[in-house]
């Protein structure tokens, strides 16, 4: 339906409505949508809401994808429109506008170079991963024509983190944006971002059998690192580079509550290019020694999915307490938008300045 997944359909529909929803009361004609992919939310905010629609994505070729994708779509919404229910919210009479801009958003992209008039706008973006919801927040301040904002954040690992120094930067907005946090330098670190992006909803719902098996893959995660450090790097050999256990990346590897850690080993060894000759002997010994720490390791996990939930808070309470503090602020608020078991990342930001400054032509 509309070439677009059943939970996208779910919460692209949700968002959509929202987004209308706010335009109407906010009397804003015109979105900016940022990181707008293949256009699902801003074709459905065109079509189905009459709202003029400017989408900005950074990857050139899903950027063709999502105008030839509204192509096909508009041909075909006298039909397709009948399978949705009516909207409640129209932004306008006449039909919306869409299209879609070649462009990296950063902090101090200058909105006012998509306007042809001097229209206010509202900015959203669905699923803004890593620093663009942080620079959605920042570009929303800055100019005075955007008066609302709706996002939903994702991929929190992706984030820059000011205050890691270990992290480049590329000009994107960075955590923390919040008074509070500035002044305490605060960082997360790459791995208690990569907590924020789990779902705690999901994992509970799953029950026993998949914590069982998250934990079993931390376990062996934790078992390989020993192996490598104590067999590998002190050898000094010609795959020291390629094994320093800082640098290795062994992705997700499948685990079941069957996997040794013996063919766990293999895996990651084929992965990263580890000398099997000396991971096969010391696999066992390894695994001798620290299996009655699996257990310790379940509490562990379980605290890591508990404390996902609360890095993640950490991070939308940053970009709502950066909102509240600015001059010109009516109102701030963070809306549960989906069912956090099918879509994890379910809270949506929205702000709205307090009046237009801006004289309509
Ligand atoms: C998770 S996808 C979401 C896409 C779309 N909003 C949706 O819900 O289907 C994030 C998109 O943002 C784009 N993106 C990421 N960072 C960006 C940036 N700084 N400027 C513009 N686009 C960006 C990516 O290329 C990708 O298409």
């Known amino acids: 339906m509309l070439m677009m997944s059943k939970k996208k359909l779910a919460e692209v529909q949700s968002m959509c409505d929202l987004i ?24 459905l905010l065109t079509l189905r809401h009459s709202i003029n629609v400017i989408g900005l994505e950074s990857n050139e070729s899903t950027v063709s994808s999502a105008m030839s994708r509204f192509r096909k779509i508009s041909k075909q919404w006298p039909v397709l429109k009948k399978r949705l229910t009516a909207p409640e919210y129209v932004v306008k009479e006449t039909p919306g506008t869409f299209c879609v801009l070649p462009c990296t958003v950063r902090r101090d992209l200058n909105s006012d170079s998509y306007l042809e008039k001097p229209e206010t706008y509202l900015l959203c973006g669905l699923h803004t991963c890593g620093s663009l919801g942080n620079d959605i927040a920042e570009v929303f301040v800055q100019n005075e024509r955007n008066l609302g904002l709706c996002f939903v954040g994702c991929c929190y690992h992706y984030m820059e983190e000011e205050f890691d120094r270990r992290q480049p930067c590329d000009g994107h907005s960075m955590f923390p944006l919040s008074a509070y946090l500035r002044r305490k330098q605060f960082f997360f670190g790459k791995n208690t971002r990569m907590l924020a992006s789990q779902s705690v909803d999901r994992t509970l719902r799953e029950g026993r059998k998949r914590l069982d098996v998250s934990a079993r893959s931390l376990f062996f995660r934790a078992l390989l690192q020993i192996l490598l450090v104590r067999s590998i790097l002190p050898d000094k050999t010609d795959n020291l580079e390629r094994c320093d256990p800082d640098e290795v990346r062994v992705g997700r590897i499948p685990v079941d509550l069957q996997t040794s850690f013996s063919e766990y080993a293999e895996k990651a060894g084929k992965i990263c290019g580890f000398p099997a000759a000396v991971l096969g002997p010391e696999c066992e010994e390894v695994f001798q020694q620290f299996k009655s720490v699996e257990v310790h390791m379940k509490i562990v996990n379980l605290l890591r999915i508990v404390l996902g939930a609360c890095v993640e808070q950490v991070m939308l309470l940053d970009r709502l307490c950066y909102l509240e503090e600015q001059e010109g602020i009516a109102e701030v608020g963070l809306i549960a938008m989906f069912d956090p078991v099918v879509s994890p990342r379910s809270w949506a930001i929205c702000a709205r300045k307090l009046q237009q400054p801006v004289q309509q032509s």
Request: aromatic share 12%; charged share 20%.
């Open 20 to 43: 209308a929803e706010l335009c109407v009361k906010w009397d804003l004609h015109n979105v900016i949508d940022f990181g707008c992919g293949k256009g699902y939310l801003s074709a």
